[in-house]
């Protein structure tokens, strides 16, 4: 029996959709870009899987990014790119459609304008977690709303609530001087209140530091997700006796559904380390899922293109160990979420197309070009272990 694993990255997209001017993004290219800006990128194993000729594909445009030799092994590699169906270009929505689902409905979003949430929402949420009152209430980068509150927030004891152009509330608290427990259980009020208002997530957002320049998000964010409207690839996997194993927020996005482990990881390093073990002690018949959230939460969303790049190396240095430990049935996906442009104005994530690398010892070599919907990786799956397939999506397993 084989194994499936899922490197997914975060906000990696590589050209923008072709609904991209709906949402502001036409020219968006959070690949390309990066690439522009650092000449030199080196990530020549992502070349080899065939990154940059998915990359090309969508834009017309070469990339150089590969100046050392790749590792060599019995590897081939299909590889394309793949459009988004769902209406959104959120994380919730990515995960739950490259998962065979697509978010066809809107989301409830809260406005960037002052005051973001409602009265009547915030005096709820007071009343049940016995709070005089919030901080923000606004739409804002979540290191710099610490950087502007985290001071105050210390000297009253307030939570601070703010949003993005994502449908989510976020609440920011020290983790120390107000605790994680007491935020969890807040984020945990604030989830069900919002019901009504169809919004994806609540996002607790704990920091440490004593002073608005030390101010330091920690590793113990929790997302609080609304369940997926239908069955996803991992709960049919899970169903039929797979065991999926979740890394980093995984478990979070999917609200725990067809998870039968979740493992805590954060940073690049150590969400590797967790993946590369659950590679090596995960039994036949599992799905192996890990995001890797740096490149969204660390670089796309702070605009930090050379940080994006170096991150972008690392995980290209670590491919080696991953393919030395894939069995000979195991079957690979590198692919991302929605895109993240660090050289976009603002701040928010970008609507692009998302690479779709499938590789292993058994994969036959391909082109499979666009893909219609990121549930075509689903659908694959889905074949590869026997599944029904799924309404949306078509299999690639066999191109």
């Given at each position: 029996?084989?194994?499936?694993?899922?490197?997914?990255?975060?906000?990696?997209?590589?050209?923008?959709?072709?609904?991209?001017?709906?949402?502001?993004?036409?020219?968006?290219?959070?690949?390309?870009?990066?690439?522009?800006?650092?000449?030199?990128?080196?990530?020549?194993?992502?070349m080899?899987?065939?990154?940059?000729?998915?990359?090309?594909?969508?834009?017309?445009?070469?990339?150089?990014?590969?100046?050392?030799?790749?590792?060599?092994?019995?590897?081939?590699?299909?590889?394309?790119?793949?459009?988004?169906?769902?209406?959104?270009?959120?994380?919730?929505?990515?995960?739950?459609?490259?998962?065979?689902?697509?978010?066809?409905?809107?989301?409830?979003?809260?406005?960037?304008?002052?005051?973001?949430?409602?009265?009547?929402?915030?005096q709820?949420?007071?009343?049940?977690?016995?709070?005089?009152?919030?901080?923000g209430?606004?739409?804002?980068?979540?290191?710099?709303?610490?950087?502007?509150?985290?001071?105050?927030?210390?000297?009253?004891?307030?939570?601070?609530?703010?949003?993005s152009?994502?449908?989510?509330?976020q609440?920011?608290?020290?983790?120390?001087?107000?605790?994680?427990?007491?935020?969890?259980?807040?984020?945990?009020?604030?989830?069900?209140?919002?019901?009504?208002?169809?919004?994806?997530?609540?996002?607790?957002?704990?920091?440490?530091?004593?002073?608005?320049?030390?101010?330091?998000?920690?590793?113990?964010?929790?997302?609080?997700?609304?369940?997926?409207?239908?069955?996803?690839?991992?709960?049919?996997?899970?169903?039929?006796?797979?065991?999926?194993?979740?890394?980093?927020?995984?478990?979070?996005?999917?609200?725990?559904?067809?998870?039968?482990?979740?493992?805590?990881?954060?940073?690049?390093?150590?969400?590797?380390?967790?993946?590369?073990?659950?590679?090596?002690?995960?039994?036949?018949?599992?799905?192996?899922?890990?995001?890797?959230?740096?490149?969204?939460?660390?670089?796309?969303?702070?605009?930090?293109?050379?940080?994006?790049?170096?991150?972008?190396?690392?995980?290209?240095?670590?491919?080696?160990?991953?393919?030395?430990?894939?069995k000979?049935?195991?079957?690979?996906?590198?692919?991302?979420?929605?895109?993240?442009?660090?050289?976009?104005?603002?701040t928010?994530?970008?609507?692009?197309?998302?690479?779709?690398?499938?590789?292993?010892?058994?994969?036959?070599?391909a082109?499979?070009?666009?893909?219609?919907?990121?549930?075509?990786i689903?659908?694959?799956?889905?074949?590869?272990?026997?599944?029904?397939?799924?309404?949306?999506?078509?299999?690639?397993?066999?191109?």
């Amino acid at each position: 029996m084989s194994r499936a694993i899922i490197l997914m990255m975060d906000s990696f997209g590589i050209g923008g959709a072709p609904d991209a001017c709906m949402f502001g993004d036409d020219g968006a290219d959070t690949f390309g870009h990066i690439a522009k800006v650092n000449l030199g990128l080196n990530i020549p194993n992502l070349m080899m899987l065939g990154l940059g000729k998915a990359a090309e594909a969508t834009t017309g445009l070469q990339r150089e990014a590969g100046l050392q030799d790749p590792v060599k092994l019995s590897l081939h590699s299909k590889y394309g790119h793949a459009v988004e169906i769902s209406k959104a270009k959120d994380t919730t929505s990515g995960h739950w459609e490259m998962a065979g689902v697509p978010v066809l409905q809107e989301w409830g979003y809260f406005p960037k304008s002052y005051p973001s949430f409602p009265d009547r929402l915030v005096q709820r949420i007071c009343a049940r977690a016995n709070l005089s009152g919030i901080l923000g209430n606004k739409a804002a980068s979540g290191t710099e709303i610490i950087k502007e509150l985290g001071e105050k927030h210390l000297q009253t004891g307030l939570p601070i609530f703010y949003t993005s152009a994502d449908s989510c509330l976020q609440i920011a608290a020290h983790e120390k001087r107000f605790g994680l427990d007491k935020l969890y259980e807040l984020c945990q009020i604030a989830f069900e209140e919002v019901k009504p208002y169809r919004i994806a997530r609540i996002i607790a957002r704990p920091f440490v530091g004593n002073v608005a320049e030390d101010f330091t998000r920690t590793g113990n964010r929790r997302d609080y997700s609304v369940t997926p409207p239908a069955p996803t690839l991992l709960d049919k996997f899970k169903e039929t006796g797979g065991t999926v194993v979740a890394i980093g927020k995984i478990s979070d996005i999917y609200a725990g559904c067809g998870i039968s482990q979740s493992i805590h990881a954060t940073g690049l390093e150590e969400l590797w380390n967790a993946t590369l073990k659950a590679v090596r002690e995960a039994p036949n018949n599992s799905l192996i899922f890990t995001n890797f959230v740096d490149f969204d939460m660390l670089y796309g969303h702070r605009r930090d293109v050379k940080g994006y790049a170096r991150a972008l190396e690392y995980f290209d240095r670590r491919l080696p160990e991953f393919f030395a430990l894939l069995k000979e049935d195991d079957l690979a996906f590198v692919t991302a979420d929605h895109g993240n442009d660090p050289t976009w104005e603002g701040t928010d994530h970008t609507r692009e197309q998302v690479p779709v690398l499938m590789f292993g010892h058994q994969v036959t070599s391909a082109d499979i070009g666009k893909r219609d919907t990121f549930a075509d990786i689903a659908q694959t799956i889905a074949e590869f272990f026997n599944l029904p397939p799924f309404e949306y999506g078509r299999s690639f397993l066999k191109d």
